[in-house]
């Protein structure tokens, strides 16, 4: 399935988009109501090539539905529930039959082939686990590949080390903002990177640049993939980077993706838009057109590794996550970005929006590497300007920038929260 021709993935996509839409349409009074508007059935969806009469789904349908509305089975069909963390307002809820279940066991080990990951391998899930998708998806996906699977979940750093060199753990798994407090904590502890046998890592369920992937490969001797989803879709596992580190591939027999411009209409490949998918062969909560609102390209340039499902490049933020400061939109990873091309400071950030008369104010809060709290005032004025240049370049903000001591600013063992918007308190 991975290596189909594209033609032929496409005969598999329309069979399996009629058959979707069919059951949205019979299950789903959301849905019915919705095509009905639109005055179509599922006779006038012959396939992929007429995507675009469907309706579009958005989180606000999942919470005006909540909590079982958007169910195309009968809850006793249903054995498993997880939810989002509703970083804004109520949940969103999805539920997964047991063929649910197995299929994304499939795609996460789909995922884990991508790094290498097999029967031989030991792979600690320091993803949470919970109503949280991470830490199960990976733990099946890991399992299906046969690896020696570690439920250790986020937290306790020290424990995470005693048993990643006690079990000889070779991929972690987790957030790439807890991995990179496992690294810090590698190098506090002094930990010699030859007594561990950590050859990989596989990170996602946030954004993060291609810098940091830099820095944690180098402290932990790894190399570091991203893998990406979201729990409406199905949770990790809906796209995952292979070797060749240039992409997320999407398991387009799975799921249809679309990127949607400002206008609503599907984007061609290569430009930036809203990612949106249609689960092909999801029963539980089947989506059509679920906007994610995951700002990202997608190409279908030839991959090295010969898979030839499309790749997604790295999320820029989600639309919700963006700063308006000044007029000026402004992703935490263009901070993140603009940090790390400056010598002396460490990926641990945190940004303050805030508001003074009708100025809004930025104050980047990043912390030092350790080396350099020997420096004196004035190298230490020197390393703030290159800073504020460097954000001012990148990000086009003007922002203050306030450098901390290593290891002051707050951690996180599962998604760090990069912003504190006083605007909105
Ligand atoms: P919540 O909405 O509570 O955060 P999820 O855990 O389902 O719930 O989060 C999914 C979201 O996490 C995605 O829509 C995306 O914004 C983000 N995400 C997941 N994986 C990645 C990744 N590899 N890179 C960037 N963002 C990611
Ligand atoms: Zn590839």
Redesign the pocket.
Known sequence: METMPREQLRAVQDERLRDVVRRCYENVPFYRDKMQKLGITPKDIRGVCDIELLPFTDKQDLRDNYPFGMFAVPNSEIVRIHA????TGK??VAGYTSGDIDRWAELMARALYCANVGKNDVVQVAYGYGL???GLGAHYGAERVGASTIPISGGNTVRQLMLMEDFGSTTLMCTPSYALNIAEAVEKEGIDLKRLKLKSGI??????TEEMRKHIEEKLGIDAL???????VM??GVSMECMAKNG?HIWEDHFLPEVIGEDGKSLPYGQQGDLTFTTLTKHGMPLIRYR???LCTLTDEPCACGRTHVRMG??M??SD?MLIIRGVNVFPSQIEHALMQVEGVSPQYHIVVDRQGNLDTVEVQVEMKPEMMSDTVKDMEALSAKLHASIAAHALVNAKVKLCQPGTLPRTDG?AKRVTDKRKL
Do not use: C, Q
């Open positions: 989002s963390s509703g970083t949940p969103t949280f998708t991470g990170f996602g369920a946030e954004p993060w991203n893998v990406y989803g979201l729990s409406e949770g990790p997320m994610t609102h995951d790295r999320i933020g989600r996550d998604k």
